[in-house]
């Protein structure tokens, strides 16, 4: 039998989630109101088992390959996140929040220094760098270069 939950109230967490509360404020919230120890990590989960939204946006066209996990934090890596997430918002998704100014600049500027390359995102597991920016080909339909026959990068599962 599994354990009892940690959640107090769940129309409560659920509304919390709903409004878009951070999990760290859900942390401080939920030790001051009920004197109980929570994590960030125990909201994903909870957010998951309820099936509630996620708040990342998933974009196979903009990474369309399974990363290795040394190369999750790359620069290159995260302007894509941070692309996907501005383009869900645009497009209407309210369970996300629109990136902060800082982000949203960082961004911008990835995105100019692309253009003025006249480049694409290229991502090679086999490399310690992982990502590369090569030059853009007529076949690039967006700012990442599609996963060919014979690329060593494995193509993203459509369920993660």
């Known amino acids: 039998m599994g354990r009892a939950s940690k959640v107090k109230n769940h129309d409560e967490a659920k509304r919390w989630l709903g409004e878009g509360k951070s999990y760290a404020w859900m942390v401080a919230k939920y030790k001051e109101k009920y004197g109980v120890d929570t994590s960030p990590t125990y909201w994903a989960v909870y957010r998951n088992r309820a099936d509630l939204p ?3 946006a998933r974009d196979n066209d903009l990474i369309p390959w399974q990363v290795e996990q040394r190369h999750r934090w790359s620069y290159d890596l995260v302007m894509l996140r941070f692309e996907a997430r501005r383009r869900a918002v645009e497009q209407g998704d309210s369970n996300l929040k629109p ?20 480049a694409v995102v290229y991502y090679d597991p086999t490399t310690d760098d992982g990502f590369f920016l ?17 690329d060593p990068a494995k193509p993203r599962s459509t369920d993660s």
């Open 134 to 150: 090569v030059p853009r080909e007529i076949s690039d339909t967006d700012i990442v270069r599609a996963i060919r026959p014979g």
């Open 54 to 56: 996620l708040r990342i």
């Open 99 to 118: 990136l902060s100014d800082y982000d949203a600049k960082r961004l911008a500027s990835w995105k100019r220094d692309l253009t003025e390359a006249n």
